[in-house]
């Protein structure tokens, strides 16, 4: 799966892939991506990865030219994704997830149909973005895809479980948001003082595991540890 090169200015590019996002698609990223940060490490600022594209910032506008040239010479092996897979707990109830009663009615099914249908799946982690620790991850079944809200929520507390497009993810920190809250973890996604700062990578696999409301505020006061499988 070879990308195509987009020159955006003289210092900004994009490896872009056609297709919607999958884990073909992400292990062909993570492969580039590692060939270009081994390959130009001393021509690049910067290399931001988003579902279909790598984003390159580069120190010098002829490093961008030498990409180019050499990009056809390029075919790294795609990357084994890993079969990490992270156990999420999760309080879906509307004290928690002020949308989610809203969202229920707005898809027609009940509530515990909502539940149910978003923690059944097993979401793949393709990058991090928007906030540090954001993950956004791919496998919203469709039915539940909704678009983001048209005024977003001034105030979405750390640890909120969301919807936003065809993607679900969970709030680091407290902040601003567009997504449509349906709940929240007690697990810290992102904290400046762990090394390192976020416990999964992109490859990994997300879980969500519902939990009653008397757990979560047990788990808040003394945060679990992430646990893998």
Not at 115 to 128: D, K
Request: aromatic content about 8%; charged content about 20%; glycine content about 6%.
């Amino acid at each position: 799966m070879k990308p195509i090169y987009l020159s955006i200015s003289p210092t900004l590019g994009e490896l872009h892939w056609d297709g919607a996002p999958d884990d073909a698609l992400l292990a062909s990223q993570l492969a580039w991506m590692e060939m270009i940060q081994a390959e130009y490490s001393q021509q690049l600022l910067e290399v931001r990865q988003g579902f279909t594209a790598l984003s390159i910032r580069w120190k010098r506008s002829d490093s961008q030219l030498l990409l180019q040239s050499e990009l056809s010479k390029h075919q790294p092996p795609p990357k084994e994704l890993p079969s990490r897979i992270w156990e999420v707990p999760v309080c879906y109830d509307p004290h928690n997830g002020r949308d989610l009663a809203d969202l229920a009615l707005r898809h027609r099914m009940s509530i515990n149909q909502l539940i149910e249908l978003h923690s059944a799946q097993t979401y793949r982690l393709h990058f991090f973005g928007f906030l540090p620790g954001f993950m956004y991850l791919n496998g919203l079944p469709p039915q539940l895809h909704t678009p983001r809200k048209a005024i977003p929520d001034r105030k979405v507390e750390a640890g909120s479980v969301a919807i936003g497009g065809g993607q679900t993810g969970i709030y680091p920190q407290e902040s601003p948001g567009g997504w449509h809250l349906i709940g929240r973890t007690p697990l810290q996604p992102f904290d400046p003082r762990r090394n390192p700062p976020v416990w999964a990578t992109p490859g990994d696999r997300i879980k969500f595991e519902p939990i009653d409301r008397e757990t979560l505020e047990v788990h808040l006061q003394n945060p679990p540890i992430p646990k893998a499988k």
